[in-house]
């Protein structure tokens, strides 16, 4: 009887932590240091927690945790997060990227993973990575439809829709994006994406919005957060944002500031690349 009761208790703090382990997910983002911006980010926490996630936070940005840390708020790195969750006994690890194309932050990001398992062999029995937004056609096709049905209800069939992506050109990211602004424009001729910092210019697209004839043009991030490109470089009153700069083409700037990460399609696609993710970092090709 003794030994039953024993067996049964086990069984118990078995499946408790095996709940409690299996459901921990370390979500990574660039980060912010904008007051507000965040928002977005607790957006896709709160859709995890419904999900019956437990979350820890990981900013990739040395810069943006540096920031924080000066204002007295500590988020961790990819490495410390991984320190975290060995210290919560989790054996199966979750982790999701929340990045919109796999370039240069999600490779870092695998490398910041892999450096962490080099150096705590046997840590983890498993290590499943959640990829970015973009990655499958499916994703193009949701991402897009997501966007579309989030548009501000103020906007005429008339009016101009102008996406900032970010861009760079270490990794695949300008790529996707293009992929990206030749998806929006097959959904609607009046949506253009240009990029920030990669090489899909607003130089590009400036002509085509006056060829197209359009007056007003509502701007939008396509990134996680409404951060500091948003309120800058697109919204921004100095010459050069995207606003300034349609403005000086006679266009009338509609700036609607709002993380992807507020949208609810985008939070299922990440959960579903979470809750589908095959890639365990830890398994050696057979
Ligand atoms: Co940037």
Avoid at 84 to 108: M, T
Avoid at 191 to 211: N, Q, Y
Wanted: aromatic share 4%; net charge positive.
């Amino acid at each position: 009887m003794k030994r039953i009761l024993m067996l049964a208790a086990l069984c118990l703090l078995c499946l408790a932590s095996a709940a409690l382990a299996g459901q921990t997910t370390i979500l990574v983002a660039f980060g912010t240091s904008q007051p507000g911006a965040e928002a977005s980010l607790k957006a896709v926490e709160a859709a995890y927690a419904r999900a019956g996630d437990t979350i820890i936070w990981a900013y990739t940005s040395d810069k943006i945790r540096a920031k924080l840390h000066a204002q007295g708020r500590r988020i961790l790195s990819v490495d410390e997060a991984m320190n975290r969750a060995a210290e919560l006994g989790v054996r199966h690890l979750r982790i999701q990227s929340l990045h919109i194309a796999p370039a240069e932050e999600f490779n870092q990001l695998q490398r910041m993973i892999v450096r962490n398992l080099y150096r705590h062999p046997g840590r983890f029995s498993s290590v499943m990575l959640g990829h970015p937004l973009l990655e499958s056609a499916q994703d193009m096709r949701e991402t897009v439809a997501a966007v579309l049905a989030s548009l501000p209800r103020e906007r005429t069939a008339r009016d101009a829709v102008l996406l900032m992506g970010h861009g760079n050109d270490r990794g695949p990211g300008d790529l996707v994006l293009q992929a990206a602004a030749t998806a929006f424009q097959q959904a609607d001729p009046l949506i253009w994406l240009a990029t920030v910092e990669g090489a899909g210019s607003i130089d590009h697209v400036l002509p085509r919005l006056r060829e197209a004839g359009v007056r007003r043009v509502w701007l939008m991030p396509f990134m996680m957060v409404a951060g500091d490109h948003a309120r800058n470089d697109l919204a921004g009153p100095e010459e050069d944002s995207w606003a300034s700069r349609l403005r000086a083409a006679g266009m009338t700037p509609m700036p609607h500031l709002r993380g992807l990460g507020e949208n609810p399609a985008i939070q299922r696609i990440f959960l579903r690349h979470t809750q589908a993710a095959t890639d365990n970092v830890m398994q050696e090709k057979q």
